[in-house]
């Protein structure tokens, strides 16, 4: 008998384990691909423990902290300036659509209430605040998606056995056959609460399963046990979107593609060498506003608002969402360098957003000038290097052919231009596939954001 339903829940444990190779997204899921899609800008938040310190979020694997002294740090995790909904309608502000917070990040502690381990704000700490919860409630409020972040990794736990990559000088004692298996029934019992402590979920973002690329890309769901994580995700949520940070080509189950701090297709960060670009899936580019993901004290490289907003631009242009990070401080406040650069993007946005929101890659692409953006029977041309267009403002495009397999090449139908910004009419012509633009002076000076200057060219339906 004992037999018997050892064989039977291996049998279904099997299916279960192998239903995302079959995945089909649910209609709410395809719905939300789509939304995410539309979204075009979300702000990423690293905060944990590793603020106190205030050196980044890799300081314990960097410092070689022991794990035990580490902890401590959740004895002082008393954010007295924590204000959910002040983030909430700064971001929002800002133009961002949705919010993707570390859950928990490598250092093991949880911003959320968790009866599968101590080591989280609500019970670990004097704070004794559900993060999460404060969030998702500003975040319901202002109509704002959440996701949420969830390390594979973890440098603190000793059932992190056997070890990857990192975190050997956090001092943890070698850990036991089975605590494997241990780790991710605790990762599993974690992935349930989120999603079903917070309401609907936007997306579930994995980072970590890196740490053993020492392994290949086919064992990878294996080791970390991801079909059955997707699974758990999509059987709780189906319309909840889940990503993984793999840096390698999506695994079945997976509803998006992400990439760190490249846009799709290039690889100058060096973390995409050969990534594929995913046709089907919705894409999404992470970043920094200065060089660190978690509070740094002494990482003052902000990039320009202009900058951050030139980058939100060419990663629409790839058809591909931007997650700009924000590392709060330990007193739970946003650093008024990212709050600045957060009101500088919202006023483009304000004006501008028509370009962003709801596009898809431009079907001109990225020229000396600038790149282009698409929606209906609108090309959105923006201008990012003005230096690139040439002498007296006029700028030649050439339009693809509406059906290139066509013998007798048919082009779109210019009916006008005009500068988004104020709706100046752009003098244009057309001779086939050719189109030539009379930039006016304004679109050439100051008068328009410098950041980028988007002209509407606008087809007959
Ligand atoms: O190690 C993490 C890092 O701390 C950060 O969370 C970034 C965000 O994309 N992901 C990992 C590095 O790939």
Same mark, same amino acid.
């Given at each position: 008998?004992?037999?018997?339903?050892?064989?039977?829940?291996?049998?279904?444990?099997?299916?279960?384990?192998?239903?995302?190779?079959?995945?089909?997204?649910?209609?709410?899921?395809?719905?939300?691909?789509?939304?995410?899609?539309?979204?075009?800008?979300?702000?990423?938040?690293?905060?944990?423990?590793?603020?106190?310190?205030?050196?980044?979020?890799?300081?314990?694997?960097?410092?070689?902290?022991?794990?035990?002294?580490?902890?401590?740090?959740?004895?002082?995790?008393?954010?007295?300036?924590? $204000?959910?909904?002040?983030?909430?309608?700064?971001?929002?502000? @800002?133009?961002?659509?949705?919010?993707?917070?570390?859950?928990?990040?490598?250092?093991?502690? /949880?911003?959320?209430?968790?009866?599968?381990?101590?080591?989280?704000?609500?019970?670990?700490?004097?704070?004794?605040? $559900?993060?999460?919860?404060?969030?998702?409630?500003?975040?319901?409020?202002?109509?704002?998606?959440?996701?949420?972040?969830?390390?594979?990794?973890?440098?603190?736990?000793?059932?992190?056995?056997?070890?990857?990559?990192?975190?050997?000088?956090?001092?943890?004692? $070698?850990?036991?056959?089975?605590?494997?298996?241990?780790?991710?029934?605790?990762?599993?019992?974690?992935?349930?609460?989120? #999603?079903?402590?917070?309401?609907?979920?936007?997306?579930?973002?994995?980072?970590?399963?890196?740490?053993?690329?020492?392994?290949?890309?086919?064992?990878?769901?294996?080791?970390? @046990?991801?079909?059955?994580?997707?699974?758990?995700?999509?059987?709780?949520?189906?319309?909840?979107?889940?990503?993984?940070?793999?840096?390698?080509?999506?695994?079945?189950?997976? =509803?998006?593609?992400?990439?760190?701090? =490249?846009?799709?297709?290039?690889?100058?960060?060096?973390?995409?060498?050969?990534?594929?670009?995913?046709?089907?899936?919705?894409?999404?580019?992470?970043?920094?506003?200065?060089?660190?993901?978690?509070?740094? #004290?002494?990482?003052? /490289?902000?990039?320009?608002?202009?900058?951050?907003?030139?980058? #939100?631009?060419?990663?629409?242009?790839?058809?591909?969402?931007?997650?700009?990070?924000?590392?709060?401080?330990?007193?739970?406040?946003?650093?008024?360098?990212?709050?600045?650069?957060?009101?500088?993007?919202?006023?483009?946005?304000?004006?501008?957003?028509?370009?962003?929101?709801?596009?898809?890659?431009?079907?001109?692409?990225?020229?000396?000038?600038?790149?282009?953006?698409?929606?209906?029977?609108?090309?959105?041309?923006?201008?990012?290097?003005?230096?690139?267009?040439?002498?007296?403002?006029?700028?030649?495009?050439?339009?693809?052919?509406? =059906?290139?397999?066509?013998?007798?090449?048919?082009?779109?139908?210019?009916?006008?231009?005009?500068?988004?910004? $104020?709706?100046?009419?752009?003098?244009?012509?057309?001779?086939?596939?050719?189109?030539?633009?009379?930039?006016?002076?304004?679109?050439?000076?100051?008068?328009?954001?410098?950041?980028?200057?988007?002209?509407?060219?606008?087809?007959?339906?």
């Amino acid at each position: 008998m004992k037999r018997w339903i050892l064989t039977i829940t291996l049998l279904l444990a099997a299916l279960v384990a192998g239903a995302q190779e079959g995945y089909v997204p649910a209609p709410e899921n395809l719905a939300a691909r789509e939304q995410f899609a539309a979204d075009r800008f979300g702000i990423f938040i690293h905060w944990g423990l590793y603020a106190q310190p205030g050196q980044g979020e890799w300081v314990m694997q960097q410092k070689n902290l022991d794990y035990q002294e580490y902890a401590r740090l959740a004895n002082s995790f008393y954010p007295s300036k924590f $204000d959910a909904r002040a983030w909430v309608r700064a971001i929002k502000a @800002g133009g961002a659509r949705y919010i993707t917070i570390t859950s928990r990040h490598h250092d093991g502690f /949880s911003l959320f209430r968790s009866a599968a381990s101590p080591y989280n704000a609500v019970d670990g700490t004097p704070f004794g605040r $559900d993060i999460l919860g404060e969030l998702a409630e500003a975040c319901r409020e202002e109509g704002i998606r959440l996701h949420f972040y969830y390390s594979h990794v973890d440098w603190g736990r000793t059932d992190y056995w056997p070890r990857g990559r990192t975190g050997h000088g956090t001092g943890r004692p $070698d850990g036991k056959p089975g605590d494997w298996a241990r780790y991710q029934a605790f990762m599993k019992a974690q992935l349930t609460e989120l #999603l079903t402590q917070y309401g609907p979920v936007g997306a579930i973002w994995f980072d970590g399963t890196w740490d053993k690329d020492d392994q290949p890309r086919e064992a990878q769901p294996g080791i970390w @046990g991801l079909y059955d994580q997707y699974a758990l995700i999509h059987r709780l949520q189906p319309g909840c979107l889940v990503g993984n940070n793999h840096h390698l080509q999506p695994f079945p189950g997976e =509803d998006i593609q992400i990439f760190e701090k =490249d846009v799709p297709g290039e690889n100058e960060a060096g973390f995409s060498p050969g990534q594929y670009v995913s046709r089907r899936l919705p894409l999404e580019t992470c970043q920094t506003m200065n060089n660190s993901w978690g509070y740094n #004290l002494t990482d003052r /490289s902000y990039k320009s608002a202009d900058d951050l907003i030139r980058y #939100l631009v060419r990663t629409a242009s790839k058809g591909a969402n931007l997650l700009l990070n924000i590392g709060p401080r330990p007193d739970g406040t946003l650093p008024e360098e990212a709050l600045a650069r957060l009101e500088a993007m919202g006023k483009w946005l304000e004006i501008n957003g028509e370009s962003i929101y709801g596009t898809q890659a431009g079907c001109i692409p990225e020229q000396p000038w600038g790149v282009t953006t698409q929606k209906g029977n609108v090309l959105y041309l923006h201008l990012l290097n003005l230096d690139a267009v040439p002498a007296g403002g006029i700028l030649t495009v050439e339009l693809p052919a509406v =059906d290139p397999a066509a013998r007798r090449a048919r082009f779109p139908k210019v009916r006008g231009a005009a500068l988004l910004a $104020d709706g100046t009419p752009v003098a244009c012509g057309q001779k086939k596939g050719t189109v030539t633009l009379t930039l006016p002076a304004a679109a050439l000076s100051a008068a328009v954001p410098s950041a980028d200057c988007v002209i509407a060219l606008r087809f007959q339906p």
